[in-house]
């Protein structure tokens, strides 16, 4: 095990691989196991009977609770023993018996970025891409290359289509079926889901205008309230409406679906 300090905690119990790094300030509690292939920054605590191992990168200030598998193999039959990896940013609290696998075809990566809660039981399969500011509530399942764009909120019990993408500040509720694209800034409920409407709480929390918050219910009246099809509703709302900067996000979106096309009702 490689040591970038003398102040490294690793309780006796656990089983840390010679050729793990651990950086500066790291903890690690009973019971836990850290493959040879792992790096872990600095100041980050990993608590007990944590298992992380493959190609897996972890930043610095994070919170790793008991019971969490991290850098197992995907659960995918084209998966053959390739090289490939998980990069978790800083500053993240991932909870109780989350499990987070590496990608499958070679070279690439399962990542999350920073600053988000992955809460208990969660699991985030092969080819993920996580950004920053997120929160997924318990017992969440996203499916291999599900994308969740910043400031997501993704309720309980949620499950996520393989492909689908989650638009930025968008807010999904708990329990439901995800199986096309969440456009940015909106809310989705159901099963299978449904928009409804602009996440104005969320949008206002994060300082965006009443202006901006009114455009946007504009867009999404264009979007999902009218007669128009999804090229017509983009058109419609680049004529009408101000490019703001979250208009421009939605726009970018709509225009760049995943294979399993766009919720617009």
Not at 85 to 103: K, L
């Amino acid at each position: 095990m490689v040591k970038s300090e003398k102040n490294i905690k690793i309780h006796p119990s656990s089983i840390i691989n010679s050729q793990a790094i651990l950086e500066d300030g790291v903890e690690i509690g009973p019971f836990s196991i850290i493959g040879k292939n792992v790096k872990v920054g600095k100041n980050t605590k990993i608590h007990s009977s944590v298992l992380i191992e493959g190609w897996t990168t972890i930043g610095e200030n994070c919170d790793i609770y008991t019971g969490t598998i991290i850098g197992t193999p995907p659960q995918d039959l084209k998966y053959k023993g390739e090289k490939t990896y998980v990069i978790i940013g800083n500053n993240n609290i991932i909870r109780e018996y989350v499990t987070i696998h590496r990608s499958s075809g070679k070279e690439n990566k399962t990542l999350i970025g920073s600053n988000n809660l992955i809460m208990a039981y969660v699991h985030i399969a092969h080819n993920c891409i996580i950004g920053n500011q997120i929160v997924i509530a318990n017992s969440c399942g996203l499916s291999g290359h599900v994308e969740i764009h910043n400031q997501s909120i993704i309720g309980g019990f949620v499950g996520i289509h393989q492909f689908v993408k989650i638009g930025k500040l968008a807010m999904i509720g708990g329990y439901s079926k995800i199986v096309k694209d969440i456009p940015p800034f909106a809310i989705a409920d159901g099963q299978p889901a449904k928009l409804y409407g602009i996440n104005a709480i969320g949008l206002k929390r994060k300082g965006i205008s009443l202006l901006e918050r009114n455009n946007l219910k504009r867009a999404y009246k264009l979007l999902c309230h009218s007669n128009l099809n999804l090229s017509q509703a983009i058109n419609a709302i680049q004529l009408e409406i101000n490019p703001t900067n979250e208009i421009n996000e939605l726009i970018n979106f709509l225009k760049n679906p995943s294979k399993m096309g766009i919720l617009i009702n």
